[in-house]
């Protein structure tokens, strides 16, 4: 992961923030500069609810090099509960008791340790909700 990359990427990453259409009410996340359904170009910016339904997932058995010491692990669309839909890694949950249709809440987790400096890179993983 590059270091201005990442930084760009802060408040998506550590505090969930969307762009919202001023004209048609799209929500954009991440935030975009032009709506894909109405093209306006003003948003303002809100902040996504933080649980959601479990749409669909996929476990990932060989990973890339970042995450080989994590495998087997598991992905999934979570659409939130304000209808945004997010793609976010499944934590504390057993990868043979995932169902569909199960709610999960976004926690703020360590993702990754990048590059020979070990910079640490976080983000929001999905937990099951309690």
Known sequence: M???RYWREI?????????????????????????????????GTIKLKDEGELLTYTVIHVGPSAFSDQTPYALGIIKLDDGVNIT?????????????????????????SAGHSGIHAYGYKCVPAR
């Open 11 to 43: 408040p998506q990453r550590y505090r969930l923030e969307a762009g919202k259409c001023n004209k048609c009410g799209y929500i954009a996340f991440p935030p975009r500069l032009i709506c894909p359904v109405c093209k306006g170009r003003e948003f």
């Open 2 to 4: 590059f270091p201005s």
């Open 88 to 112: 976010a890694q499944l934590a504390d949950v057993d990868i043979n008791q995932i169902k569909t249709g199960a709610r999960y809440r976004i926690e703020f987790r360590k993702l990754i």
